[in-house]
């Protein structure tokens, strides 16, 4: 039995629950990835998958073992790649997905220099703040902000944004300052994210010392950063926001900040791409240049 070659085909069993696009993926016959599982089964002595003319079950023990298998295979992958990409010249064509405020207020500003380095790749943005299923749409990356729940994923760190409370000016002199997050609460009009995928809004969170403080509801949302910050511009309510993406209407006091001795952590944000995506050299130059760009 080829184990390296088993494993790949149990890899991509897993990630995309068919024998048949498993292998279309690997170029090999359906017959040739059922035996390549089988033999390894019959290797490790456990079952890893249950299958029938329906569907494709991952055992627990098919869970564990796709762990141990994505690192090991990651990492030839990238030990082999570490070669060729000093011998190949990065070039062609990368499909990204990018959350909205990362994208203008951080990469589109420094592409100039990513094409300057690699003039022969090629770039296509997706600019939104959906949540995008980098291998079902054909993504070869995506750049997304907050915590990444896909475990199937390599997610590497980027830097953070800062979040800042803030009104416009027209609204605070109808409707006051807010002096507490429970007078936001009940005496104020509040601008929210809305999730698209549940029709949910996120609350606005504040935090000082040891106090941990949520506000729920609002009248106004939306799904996207740029509507967001138009909103709040509007004069439609009180909102959070990433500092460095509204930092021009800040600086000319278009937005005014509030509610100083309360803060918002952070939002990490992180490039994410499949575990066997160092085999594409121009995306290994695209993501470490991201990650020394935009390193923490």
């Known amino acids: 039995m080829n184990q390296i070659m088993a494993m790949r085909a149990f890899i991509r069993v897993v990630e995309s629950s068919s024998f048949s696009r498993a292998a279309d993926q690997l170029n090999i016959p359906r017959s040739t990835v059922s035996k390549f599982i089988t033999d390894l089964e019959t290797h490790l002595g456990t079952r890893l998958i249950r299958r029938t003319t329906r569907t494709v079950t991952i055992t627990p023990e098919g869970q564990e073992y796709y762990q141990y298998a994505v690192r090991l295979i990651s990492g030839i992958d990238e030990a082999d790649n570490a070669l060729r990409f000093k011998r190949e010249k990065p070039r062609g064509h990368l499909r990204l997905e990018v959350q909205v405020t990362f994208a203008y207020t951080y990469l589109i500003p420094a592409l100039p220099e990513f094409y300057r380095l690699y003039p022969d790749i090629s770039l296509a943005l997706g600019i939104s703040d959906r949540m995008v299923n980098i291998v079902g749409e054909g993504v070869d990356c995506a750049i ?153």
């Open 144 to 296: 997304r902000g907050g915590k990444v729940q896909d475990q199937s994923v390599i997610a590497r760190p980027l830097i953070p944004m800062d979040y800042i409370t803030c009104a416009s000016p027209y609204y605070l002199a109808a409707a006051g300052m807010p002096h507490s997050p429970e007078d936001l609460q009940m005496n104020h009009l509040r601008v929210n994210y809305l999730f698209s995928s549940t029709g949910r809004t996120e609350p606005l969170i504040f935090h000082r010392g040891s106090e941990q403080v949520e506000v729920t509801g609002c009248q106004f949302s939306a799904s996207e950063g740029s509507g967001m910050r138009d909103l709040i511009l509007a004069g439609l309510g009180v909102g959070q926001h990433l500092k460095e993406f509204i930092q021009p209407q800040l600086s000319s006091g278009k937005l005014v900040p509030v509610l100083h001795e309360w803060y918002r952590p952070a939002l990490p944000f992180h490039v994410i791409y499949q575990p066997d995506s160092h085999r594409n050299v121009r995306l290994k130059a695209f993501v470490e240049w991201l990650i020394t760009r935009f390193k923490i």
